[in-house]
């Protein structure tokens, strides 16, 4: 019974810490005729955003840290 329990609080634990966020579709933050290109690599973490770069093109950015992998 005490397995049973303590496998019901680590489940419930678990599936309250994962974080899944989808990325920001075709036609938004990105200026007309852009190309939407879907993220290569899974989100560094709580609070980017997967957005547009005017030089770079498609990347994580988060609005206090700015670009991820050093985009500025």
Partial sequence: MKLIRWTCIASAAFALS???VAPVGPGYGAPAGVVYV???YAIPGPGYVWSYHGSYGWGWRHPSYGWHRGWR
Avoid: D, E, V
Wanted: glycine residues 0%.
């Fill in 18 to 20: 994962a974080c899944i």
């Fill in 38 to 40: 879907a993220p290569t």
